[in-house]
Each structure stands twice: as structure tokens, then as C-alpha cells.
């Protein structure tokens, strides 16, 4: 079974070294805009996007959440649906396998016509390459213009060949069966994402700094309306799993009726999109709520006393589902104590043939030592449970400004 602990660009392991500012020239020489993000939404439009979890088109990807993106020429009819795209509230942008479009969209290039390339590395190790380009994104009612996303390299050998410090020993997910998707969906905190960008005049890449107009986008901020944050909402499952689970992700918070934030508790981020966990008396500040993750990704086997799968390294097989006692503390003061419940992986994935997708205490290893523990509030944080992501800068109710998680 494919193990994803997180594809969060917060802690990616790349960094980017800034040679110059360079002007770039964007899709049909537009850049994205704020501007209609203070105005009243124009109209009240359909919010409502179906995901699903199941396996994915690889047929081996436990806990991913998927749904279908629209993408568009900018300006245009002509357009193209991309199913199995993972929803990720750990990353931002959108990103899709070259392999998958099918449209002839416009590059957002410098002055020389070089194209904009990026490298995002996830925290399990992996990363993608590949240039970036301009679309409409179209989910539900909702629409976001001229949007800067990446298009993964999917050929052999990539058009320009990847940086040493993009690859940085770790897997290059290019294709479906190693993505385990056809693209990602990233719409965590904030409006722009942290890959390193890069430009390749006569082949050869360099490191590029890059405007945040011309980075890749969290396309929700973009939306005319809905443009505050996204709740995720997903059914409870049984403790042994369940073949696929189906909900929502609904945009905007407290936009409209359906999105109202109602008893949920606002716990507020550090700037990097982090709250503290306290479990048996240490404080541990990286803690982040992220569907991309398919697990609960926590501590080590030796600090929780817990064992370690026998033959799926990097996952947690207690004799019998052991549950866990943590405190979840925003920045904002405002705290609660949470139930973690960890079952046998190797039980959970061999119940039912093989064939559930979705399981509610599936858990992990996050890494040993003070530098790499951290709390991962992975998909089997949301059945059962609505969670809204706040973006940063934008305005929720109660006058909240992101960015922040709400439960």
C-alpha cells in the first residue's frame, strides 16, 4: 500500500536560491487579482463540489480524496475535465500530469520566452517538476481566471532535465502510478505556494525569484465569491474501514447557509499554517490538518509505545487499536482535547479482500528527533467531522482573518 505522509509544501525540503527578480509575462499578459475578492459576491453561485475517497486510478492509494477539476484556455469554451485530482488543504495549486491535458495552454514565460518551471518536494521524500501555465479552473459554480498551475513533466526524459537540488535523492512522482493521482488540488491556507522556481534559457535551469502574481495560486481566492476558505466535509466509517466514502468540499466560509461555520471552534495558525499538540506534557508546534495526508502522521513507534508494521515500514500495527489523548491549542489560545485512534495497517488493508479505501485510524510514523516530529492530522481526522480551512488575509465570520482550521 502507497504511503503518503503528507504532501504539504510546508515542509518541503527544497530551498530557493533567488538569483534576480525577474519579470515574467503572464497568461495573455494578465496576472491574477485580488481586486474582485473586496467586492460582494455578484451572485450567489453553486459551492458544492463532490470527492470521493477511494483507491484511485492506480487502484492502491488508501485514504486518497479525490475529485474531478475543469480546466480552460483562459477566456475561452474550450475546456477539459481531469478526474482523480487529490484534494490537498497541506499544499497549494493546482497541479496536473502533463500525460492528462489535452489542451494547448498558454506558458507564463519571462521577456525571452523562457517558460516558468517549478520543483515542489513533499515531506515523504518526493517531489514533481514541470512547467507552469495559465487556466480557468472551473469547480461547482465557481470560477477562478487565468490561474498560474503546474503542469508535471511527464515525458522520458523531461523536456529540461531536473535540478540536483529539486531531487534531492527523493522520487519523482510523474506519472499515475507514481503520483497515485492525475494532479493535486492544493487549497490549504494561503493564497500562493512555497516551490522553488525555476527558468532554463538555452536548457540549462536556474533558480528564478519569482513575483507571488506568477507563482501557483490557490485557485479558491481567486473565485469572484466563496473565496475565504473551504469546508471539507466527509461521512462517518465503520473501525475496519470502508470501500469509498463520498462528500463534499464546499467553498467559502460562512458565504452561504451551507457553509456556516455554526459550534465549530476557530483554531488560528503561525504563518506557516501550524497549531501546537501537546501529548504527555511536550508541546509539539507543527501540527497542521491535511487531507493530502492519508494518515495520522505522529511521533515515532519508541515515544508512543506502539509497534511498527513488519512488512509496511512507516505504518502502525498495535496487537489492538490503541487510542491516544492529545491537546489541539490555536494560536488564539482557544484549545481541546482530541482522541486519536490507532488500528493494525497490515489488518486494516488485508480486511474486506483488500478492497476498502477509506479507514478512520489508519496511522504512521512521522520521523524520530526533535526536527522531524510533528502532528499530521490526515484524512482520518475528517469522517465524521466538518473541518474548514481559512485562508490567509481573507475575511471570515465573526471578522476571523485567516489563516486558520475550524472544527
Known amino acids: 500500500m502507497r504511503l503518503r505522509a503528507g504532501c504539504s509544501t510546508r515542509f518541503s525540503l527544497l530551498s530557493v536560491i533567488a538569483l534576480a527578480t525577474l519579470a515574467l509575462v503572464g497568461c495573455g499578459g494578465s496576472s491574477p487579482s485580488s481586486s474582485s475578492n473586496s467586492n ?15 483507491l ?7 485514504n486518497g480524496v479525490f475529485t ?10 474550450t475546456c477539459q475535465d ?4 487529490l484534494v490537498d488543504t497541506g499544499s497549494i495549486g493546482l497541479r496536473l500530469l502533463s500525460s492528462q491535458v489535452t489542451l494547448s495552454l498558454p506558458a507564463v514565460t519571462d521577456n525571452s ?3 516558468l518551471q517549478e520543483c515542489v518536494g513533499f515531506s515523504d521524500g518526493s517531489f514533481v517538476w514541470g512547467a507552469v501555465a495559465s487556466a480557468d479552473i472551473k469547480m461547482a459554480g465557481e470560477k477562478a481566471s487565468s490561474v498560474p498551475i503546474q503542469v508535471i513533466d511527464s515525458s522520458t526524459p523531461p523536456k529540461y532535465a531536473v535540478p540536483n537540488a529539486c531531487t534531492n535523492g527523493g522520487t519523482n512522482e510523474n506519472t499515475v502510478t507514481a503520483l497515485g ?14 516551490g522553488a522556481y525555476y527558468l532554463c534559457p538555452n536548457g540549462v535551469c536556474q533558480s528564478a525569484s519569482v513575483s507571488v502574481n506568477f507563482q501557483l495560486q490557490n485557485p479558491v481566492w481567486m473565485f469572484p465569491q466563496d473565496n475565504n476558505g473551504v469546508l471539507i466535509s466527509l461521512p462517518s466509517i465503520g473501525d475496519t474501514g470502508a470501500p469509498s466514502a463520498s462528500g463534499s468540499l464546499i467553498f467559502g466560509v460562512g458565504t452561504q447557509s451551507d457553509n456556516a461555520l455554526g459550534s465549530a471552534q476557530v483554531y488560528t495558525t503561525d504563518g506557516s499554517g501550524n497549531f501546537q499538540t501537546t501529548y504527555n506534557n511536550v508541546a509539539y508546534s507543527q501540527s497542521f490538518i491535511d487531507t ?3 494518515a495520522l502522521y505522529f511521533l515515532d513507534a519508541a515515544t508512543l509505545g506502539i509497534l511498527d508494521c513488519p512488512n509496511y515500514p512507516g505504518w502502525y500495527c498495535p496487537a489492538t487499536t490503541t487510542s491516544y489523548k492529545v491537546t489541539a491549542s490555536g494560536m488564539n489560545g482557544k484549545s481541546t482535547q482530541l482522541t486519536l485512534n490507532v488500528a493494525n495497517a497490515e ?19 512521522s520521523g524520530s528527533g526533535t526536527s522531524s516530529d510533528y502532528f499530521d492530522y490526515g484524512l482520518p481526522f475528517f469522517y465524521g467531522r466538518d473541518v474548514f480551512v481559512g485562508i490567509e488575509n481573507q475575511t471570515g465570520p465573526n471578522n476571523i482573518v485567516g489563516p486558520y482550521y475550524a472544527f
Open 292 to 294: 493530502g495526508s492519508n
Open 347 to 365: 489488518a486494516l488493508f488485508a480486511a474486506n479482500g483488500g478492497q476498502n479505501a477509506a479507514f478512520n485510524n489508519l496511522a504512521g510514523d
Open 82 to 85: 481531469i478526474p482523480d485530482v
Open 56 to 62: 484511485g486510478p492506480a487502484n492502491d492509494y488508501p
Open 68 to 77: 474531478t477539476v475543469t480546466i480552460c484556455v483562459p477566456g475561452t469554451s
Open 40 to 54: 460582494p459576491p455578484p451572485t450567489t453561485v453553486d459551492n458544492t463540489q463532490p470527492i470521493q475517497v477511494n
Open 181 to 194: 493521482a492525475n494532479g493535486i488540488l492544493g487549497i490549504g491556507n494561503f493564497k500562493q505556494d512555497s
Open 113 to 115: 520566452n523562457n517558460q
